[in-house]
Each structure stands twice: as C-alpha cells, then as structure tokens.
C-alpha cells in the first residue's frame, strides 16, 4: 500500500451541505417551517435533490444549534419555544449584551467604532427600503462583540445565536417593533460615541429587554402564551408542505 493510499479522502459535497444547512435555518427562523412539524427525510431529499446523508448532517447541525428536536416516536420535529424559555434565553442575552457594550467602550479601537457607526447606517438605511434586517443586525453585532476583545463572551453569545435568532424574527414581525428596535440600537451607538460605559451597557439591556417583550408578544397572539407550538397566522400544520425554495442547485455539488 502506498503512503497516499493508508489514509484515504472521501471527498464530500461540502458546498451543497453548507447550503442545505443553510436554506433550512432561515426556513426555520422565519417560521415557514413551523415549531412541531415533521421533518421527514425522504421529503427533503426529493425536495432539495441532495443526498439523505446531507439532510441528515444538516439536520445534526439544527438539532446542535437548538432549532430541532427528535421526539421518540414521531423524528425530527422543528423545536417549540415556550413563553417561558423565551424569557429566560433574552435574560442570558441581555445581561451578555449589556456586557459588551461596556466592554466595547473600554476595548474598542477608533476603526471598530467608525465601523459601528456604518453598521448603524446600514441598518437605517435598509429600514428606509423595508428591507430584511436581522442579517444587518447581525453585522452590527458582530462589530460589537469584536470591539469588545472578549472572546469568551464572543463564543457564549454564538452559542445561543440560532435559538435567539427565531425570537428575534417574531420580535419584529410586531407591529411598529421595528423602528423602536433602531432607536435603540441609535442609542447603543450615541452612548458609545459618549464613551460612556454605563450607558452603553444600559442601551445594550434595555433593546433585550424591549426585543423581550415584543417576541411574548408575538407568542402570545398565536394563541398559547406560554408556548410557540401553536398554529402560526399562516395557517400551516405539523406536516404541511414543505416550503419549495429549499431546493438545492445541484451545480453547487
């Protein structure tokens, strides 16, 4: 045997995975795959064209990340988040936030705060456009959490980033949520400027807590306020049909 051959490579589709991984994340987030439906597997492979052992990596990653469940008897479900289990996650991440912003006064670099302060601009600007915004406010704290130098608390937040994501996405769907959402992050950004650790920190927590009281909000008028397993406005059921832009382009294999 040669010395290439005793440790052979299985080359992997690795773009079509991360894709799928991908598509299936934002479908979940977005609530057009509901909390309590079935994932079947044989679905998802004739719907994205991939392979079984794709879907089932992809759906590994989900299940890692939070964003499904196995239940014993019925697979691959998309996780429910109660009422409860939401307060106690924006608990976490308010008192995270709330520390980086003042560790981002203290630590951050006069480039990292221009770079803040085009983040905030992107976000005007998008909301100015009725534009998606999570992927803007991801770029923002991103920034954030850089300026701080604190990679512990850089891999916490990351940790809790898929779960967080699907309430921040109800947090928004409420009704004038989202330009108070920008007003508060405005108010990050001023207390930064001030160099002003308190208020940054202050800022920080409150925007959790208001993006709080919005997500029970949204949960509550899905009819269940202590949980996300109710039937969305969509009208969609456990089992409904899956949505049809998951569908993979194959040229990415």
């Given at each position: 045997?040669t ?10 589709p ?10 299936l ?22 719907l ?5 052992t ?91 959490f ?19 994501s ?20 405005r ?8 160099e ?24 509550a ?30 040229e990415?294999?």
């Amino acid at each position: 045997m040669t010395e290439a051959n005793r440790f052979p490579i299985k080359r992997t589709p690795a773009p079509v995975r991360a894709k799928v991984l991908e598509n299936l994340r934002q479908t979940i987030i977005e609530r057009q795959l509901e909390p309590g439906q079935r994932l079947i597997e044989r679905e998802l492979v004739e719907l994205t064209g991939v392979s079984r052992t794709s879907i089932r990596e992809a759906l590994r990653e989900l299940a890692a990340e939070g964003l499904v469940t196995t239940v014993p008897n019925k697979g691959t479900v998309v996780t429910s988040v109660s009422a409860e289990e939401a307060r106690q996650l924006y608990e976490i991440r308010s008192a995270l936030e709330a520390l980086a912003g003042r560790l981002f006064v203290r630590n951050a670099s006069p480039a990292q705060r221009k770079s803040l302060v085009r983040a905030l601009d992107g976000i005007e600007r998008l909301t100015r456009k009725s534009a998606p915004l999570l992927p803007a406010k991801d770029s923002f704290y991103a920034v954030l959490f850089e300026g701080g130098g604190n990679e512990a608390l850089r891999s916490v937040v990351a940790g809790l980033h898929a779960r967080v994501s699907v309430l921040r996405w109800l947090s928004l769907s409420v009704p004038g949520r989202l330009d108070e959402s920008v007003s508060e992050i405005r108010a990050i950004v001023e207390a930064v400027l001030a160099e002003d650790e308190d208020a940054a920190a202050r800022a920080c927590s409150r925007h959790v807590e208001e993006a709080c009281r919005a997500a029970l909000q949204a949960l509550a008028e899905q009819g269940d306020p202590r949980s996300a397993s109710r039937t969305a406005p969509t009208g969609k059921r456990p089992g409904a049909a899956l949505p049809s832009h998951l569908t993979i382009d194959r040229e990415l294999g």
